[in-house]
């Protein structure tokens, strides 16, 4: 499964997809997330059991995610990136 749909408190509607990035010492037991609304992309690394289950928690996933690009060694995708 690489993506999701979630409505959050506020009325807003994010797509959570997985990334292919992972951090080095990651590999194998995490996935990289990336929450998507509009004019608002955010990246939360998180275990693999978090992610592929069939309910989860996607209020704390968004409460860990920082800004994409913020986040050490995981760059926010262009528009025009093709590369899945």
Known sequence: MTERKFTAEDGRTWVVRVRPEVRRNE?????????TTHNETRVVSCRSAEWYVPDPDFPALLARSV??????????RSADNTEE
Request: cysteine-free.
């Open 67 to 76: 800004a994409a690009g913020a986040s050490r060694s995981i760059a926010a």
């Open 27 to 35: 590999v194998g037991n995490h996935v990289t997330l990336e929450l």
